[in-house]
């Protein structure tokens, strides 16, 4: 049984950057996609991008691309988002998702069957 831990969150200034990792326990990892996603107060959660389960596919949100990158380390078992010029409609609460995935990846909340606990993203202006 997979299971994720977000970790990296916290309060910055807008134009700063945040790196977010989310760390699986579990076996046979590469098997997974990895998808982001994030949930502002009083918003649906919404996809913020997503990175095959061998890493060769990386897709993201039209209100990211060009500022968020993600990766992973399938020998450490990590994703990582990698947030850059942060603004202050990126607070949210953002989490890690995971589902087996023989090829590609996709944003959308219903495609992913096993969620982190989420960790807090504050931009202040």
């Known amino acids: 049984q997979l299971q994720l831990v977000e970790s990296g969150g916290g309060l910055v200034q807008a134009g700063a950057s945040l790196r977010l990792s989310c760390t699986a326990s579990?076996?046979?990892?590469?098997?997974?996609?990895i998808g982001w996603f994030r949930q502002a107060p009083g918003k649906e959660r919404e996809g913020v991008g997503c990175?095959?389960?061998?890493?060769?596919?990386?897709r993201y949100a039209n209100s990211v691309q060009g500022r968020f990158v993600i990766s992973r380390d399938n020998a450490k078992n990590t994703a990582t988002l990698q947030m850059n010029s942060l603004k202050r409609e990126d607070t949210a609460v953002y989490h890690c998702?995971?589902?087996?995935?023989?090829?590609?990846?996709?944003?959308?909340?219903?495609?992913?069957?096993?969620w982190g606990q989420g960790t807090e993203v504050a931009v202040s202006s």
């Open positions: 998702a995971a589902v087996v995935s023989l090829t590609g990846c996709s944003t959308a909340v219903r495609s992913y069957n096993k």
């Open positions: 990175i095959s389960r061998r890493g060769g596919i990386t």
């Open positions: 579990g076996l046979s990892y590469d098997d997974y996609a």
